[in-house]
């Protein structure tokens, strides 16, 4: 069972005390990310998760680092579309302590202008580590494709030209706007007293007042036939990614969409890696992949190929999609697909850092939180039936999206676009 309160300005706590463990996990999770970021803008939700590092209002940056880790602990952050959380794990009995730190860094950031100017180096040359990796480089490749002219579409990290451009001001008036008692969500599992982290809060939060958020810029896809986009680059290998628009959190058949990735993708007794890897070679990495947004979301498969095998690769892919809508699932793919699904989701609830992020995520973008048992009946009422139906409405040719970074990959454009085709016609 979990514990969720709501306060009168609009913070939520969530709390799952876990016998039997000695380590606690706390977050504090923020209802905004890069896709509310405007073009101007872009980055500055990553940006500013670096700047909460750099010093608070009772904290130095040395200060907030060595009073976690110096207890033994651990803590990080990570900026997403939607969210970003600041985290750490520890032996339950410093939760007050840490609880303190980051708070501190949420709600009151120094935000001084040589942190700024000596961040946005700092994050200047991650964009330019992250443009010098393929596997990293596709998938912006892929995301500007898939929601074109839209938030989503654009870097979480931002581009060199719009990092430059942040200033101190608006760095500053994005935090006023978003890191606010309404936007928030902490989350706790493990070692821990549940009232001492209540009044903690009652007493950190309780003079920030409630805002109401701004709604979400929704997508609306407005493509009705297939985009392909191949980039040559001077790299070993060439990295692919295929995909369709799927469902968004709450969609009522994410648990059919889950055990298809699954079966499809999603581990070594999987169709593609058996199909790709182990039967014909063409690729050491392949797998598939479901992100879930809160209005939209993507199914898709990424590989990473010798160039030489690209073409055949990409044809062999598209060969299994259409092969899994016609001819449908076998009870023993399905069987094993749920067993695993049902129990990869369960074991990650043993860890409180899991079980922390399980939470977090769940309450802040949904509302809700399930518990394993529910878990387990939604993946055991799937059926054959139901990932072949939901297989057709996801798989759909039109939908798709193609992405490729390689060698001399650009002059098979043409051959990929043929393949895409004849996939529609399957």
């Given at each position: 069972?979990?514990?969720i309160?709501?306060y ?5 706590l ?7 463990v000695?380590?606690a996990s706390l977050?504090i ?5 890069s896709?509310?970021?405007?073009a101007r803008?872009?980055?500055?939700s990553?940006?500013l998760?670096h700047?909460?590092?750099k010093?608070s ?5 040395d ?5 976690i ?9 990570f900026?997403?579309e ?11 009995r ?16 120094l935000?001084?202008p040589r942190?700024i100017?000596k ?5 200047i040359?991650e964009?330019?580590m ?5 596997q990293?480089q596709?998938?912006e490749?892929y ?9 989503l579409?654009r ?6 030209k719009?990092v430059s451009?942040?200033?101190r001001?608006?760095i500053?008036?994005?935090h ?7 936007s928030?969500?902490v989350?706790?599992a ?6 001492l982290l209540d009044a903690?809060?009652?007493?950190a939060f ?5 805002t ?6 929704v ?6 036939t297939?985009?392909v986009?191949?980039v ?7 990295n ?6 799927a ?7 994410r648990?059919?969409l889950g ?9 070594m007794?999987?169709?593609l890696?058996?199909?790709v890897?182990?039967k014909?070679?063409?690729?050491y990495a392949i797998?598939s992949?479901v992100k879930?947004?809160?209005d939209?979301?993507?199914f898709?498969?990424?590989a990473?190929?010798?160039s030489?095998?690209?073409l055949?690769a ?8 259409a092969?899994?809508k ?10 094993r697909a749920k ?8 074991m990650t609830?043993?860890d409180t850092?899991?079980?922390m992020?399980?939470?977090?995520d769940s309450?802040l ?5 399930q ?7 939604r993946?055991a ?6 990932v072949v139906?939901?297989a057709?409405?996801v ?8 992405a490729?970074v390689?060698?001399?990959v ?7 676009r043929k393949?895409v085709t ?5």
């Open positions: 069972m979990y514990k309160r709501e009168a300005n609009g913070l939520r969530i709390t799952k005390k876990m016998p039997h000695s380590s977050g999770w923020v209802n905004t990310g896709r509310n970021e405007s803008l872009n980055g500055v990553h940006y998760e700047l909460l590092f010093g209002r009772r904290f130095s940056g200060e907030i680092k060595e009073s880790e110096g207890r033994g602990g651990s803590l990080n952050a900026t997403a939607e969210n970003t959380c600041y985290y750490a794990k520890f032996l339950g410093h939760l007050e302590k840490v609880a303190t730190v980051l708070t501190d860094m949420v709600l009151y950031p935000l001084r942190d100017e961040e946005r180096t700092v994050i040359e964009i330019k992250y443009k010098d990796l393929p990293f596709v998938q490749i995301d500007a494709i898939m929601w074109p002219g839209h938030a579409g870097s979480i990290a931002g581009t060199i719009s451009a942040l200033r001001r608006e500053a008036a994005y006023g706007q978003w890191y606010r008692p309404a928030v969500v989350s706790c493990g070692d821990l007293e549940e009232t903690f809060l009652v007493r309780g003079r920030h007042k409630g109401r958020e701004a709604p979400i810029d997508f609306t896809d407005p493509a009705k297939p985009s986009k191949i040559s680059k001077d790299i070993e290998q060439t692919l990614v295929i995909g369709f628009p469902f968004e959190r709450t969609h009522k058949d648990y059919i055990v298809l990735h699954v079966l499809f993708g999603g581990n007794s999987s169709r890696f058996n199909e890897r182990e014909r070679g063409l690729a797998s992949h879930k947004l809160k939209n979301g993507i898709f498969v990424t990473g190929v010798d030489k095998n690209f055949e990409t044809r062999v892919i598209l060969k299994e999609t092969r899994l016609k001819d449908g699932v076998r009870a023993g793919e399905l069987k067993d695993f699904l049902t129990a990869q989701s369960i609830l043993d850092m899991d079980h992020l399980w939470m977090g309450l973008n949904t509302g809700t939180v518990t394993k048992e529910e878990l387990r009946r993946i009422r799937v059926t054959a039936a139901d139906r939901v057709r409405q798989m759909a040719a039109p939908r798709m999206r193609v490729a390689g060698p001399k650009a002059r098979e454009e043409t051959a990929v393949a004849a996939f529609t016609r399957s």
